[in-house]
């Protein structure tokens, strides 16, 4: 048996939801964000989802998703997900990774780091910055 080849990946990208049409696939991605201003620390947000879109995928991949404060190099949270079974290389795939929660103990930024059978395939991060009390804004 062949060992799967790296994933290309096209985009990763956190939002609020995401909303699959039933008849066609397609996706509409809400509120696509990467920054969030909190009141107070420590503070949680979510649900979230990620919208991870692949390439030159083929075969069964474990993924791997670590969230990690890049100032600490702390990581705080890595969601379990389940094993993906990517059927062809000439397709694009798309997953959507839901996450409950997370907790942020204090403002900084936030790496969202994938990985594919152990191999680091694509980051985005995340700002969480303390909101200034001078803006009228709920949490």
Request: glycine share 4%.
């Amino acid at each position: 048996m062949t060992e799967a080849p790296v994933p290309t990946v096209l985009a990763i990208l956190i939002c609020e939801k995401i909303i699959t049409e039933a008849n066609t696939q397609n996706k509409t991605l809400v509120n696509v964000f990467n920054n969030i201003d909190a009141r107070d620390f420590p503070t949680a947000f979510g649900p979230l989802s990620l919208f991870i879109r692949l390439a030159d995928a083929e075969g069964d991949y474990v993924l791997k998703l670590a969230i990690t404060r890049l100032e600490s190099e702390e990581t705080i949270s890595a969601p379990e997900l389940p094993i993906v079974t990517i059927p062809s290389r000439l397709s694009i795939h798309e997953l959507n990774i839901k996450i409950p929660g997370i907790g942020f103990k204090e403002p900084g930024t936030y790496e969202f780091q994938l990985y594919a059978n152990n191999v680091w395939i694509a980051r985005t991060t995340l700002t969480v910055a303390r909101r200034d009390p001078s803006k009228n804004l709920e949490k």
